[in-house]
């Protein structure tokens, strides 16, 4: 029975996803205006809401305020009230600053855990887009490039 | 008949899978209380000089010649806050025999301070970042996730790792273990 316990985290431990398996990102422009992000989330894996955040680049782009769903809500001893994401979650961007045609480097903040009892740190994800010409219909969904990490300082 | 053939086969089966069982609980022990080798070296953790809350840095060889529990743990991380205060129960009750644990938090030193006094974390717990999670990386943290935890004997040498919440049954059975075995 003492068994149990070690033998469970060691297979979880084996399963683990690193985070960009784990919380899959991509993205499409939608038209000029509009970035489509979503996050494919293993199943077993959750999102906090809180702490996703989005930035474009160039400079002169400008990213309006994410259009999150709400999540599931729980609450958390330390922090209160927080709202978890699972499954697949699509996020709508407006963008403003940006011509048509250009292309924009849209970078992804996520930090979530698995069911198994761990969690990830802060993880940067990051694709490039480009806006389509209007009339031309949506761009193709892209996945992020190889991620880079963040901590907290 | 031909159910018969299928039970037997079927027996014979569960007994290998029960051999297979009994290799890999063999297997699982070894790699957890792997004790021999030098391998096992804690020496690139205990080389580890981090801040504490403070600002202080601190010297994690400063404990060398302890039973040392290290935990990596962050705020941000739910389960990491749920098995600490099982952590503050065992430094409490082998303090005076030669245990001592080390939190290493992902995380902002108000942060830390603030769960610190809630929680009446009774050991330190230094501030790292990406430098500390990469040196867990190195020691089993594949995934570089929280909670990770090291136990190093009072040789220096890496006993357990641990990724994800430790049982806190077999947290005492290793504890227990590794203080009786004074050197």
Not at chain 1, 88 to 95: E, G, W
Not at chain 2, 147 to 172: C, H, W
């Amino acid at each position: 029975m003492l068994c149990a316990g070690p033998l469970a985290v060691l297979a979880a431990d084996v399963n683990l996803l690193p985070p960009e398996q784990a919380f899959r990102f991509s993205a499409r422009a939608l038209d000029a205006r509009t970035l489509e992000a979503r996050f494919a989330i293993a199943d077993g894996y959750y999102l906090y809401r809180d702490k996703l955040k989005f930035a474009v680049t160039p400079e002169a782009a400008i990213l309006g305020s994410p259009d999150l769903p709400a999540g599931k809500v729980k609450t958390d001893e330390f922090f209160g009230k927080v709202e978890t994401y699972r499954g697949t979650l699509v996020v709508k961007l407006p963008v403003s600053g940006v011509a048509a045609g250009q292309t924009v480097v849209l970078a992804a903040d996520s930090q979530g855990c698995a069911d198994v009892g761990v969690c990830y740190p802060p993880t940067r994800q990051k694709l490039t887009l480009a806006l389509p010409a209007p009339g031309s219909g949506p761009g193709t969904l892209v996945d992020a490039t190889p991620p880079k990490k963040t901590w907290f300082k | 008949m031909s159910a018969h053939i299928k039970l037997g086969r079927y027996k014979s089966t569960a007994k290998w899978a029960a051999l297979a069982g009994s290799a890999l609980l063999a297997l699982a022990a070894g790699l957890y209380f792997g004790l021999e080798g030098p391998q096992n070296s804690a020496a690139p953790l205990m080389g580890l000089t981090l801040p504490d809350v403070d600002g202080k840095d601190q010297r994690l060889d400063q404990w060398k010649g302890k039973v040392l529990v290290v935990n990596f743990w962050a705020t941000w991380c739910e389960p990491c806050r749920k098995e600490m205060p099982e952590f503050v129960k065992a430094q409490a009750r082998f303090s005076g025999k030669g245990l001592q644990f080390v939190g290493i938090a992902i995380d902002q030193p108000d942060k830390i301070r603030q769960f610190a006094r809630e929680l009446n974390l009774n050991y330190p717990s230094l501030v790292g970042g990406y430098g500390a999670l990469e040196l867990s990386k190195g020691l089993g943290n594949r995934v570089m996730a929280l909670p990770f935890t090291v136990i190093v004997n009072r040789n220096g040498e890496i006993a357990y790792t641990q990724m994800g919440p430790l049982n806190s049954v077999k947290l005492d059975l290793i504890l227990t273990e590794l203080i009786s075995n004074a050197t």
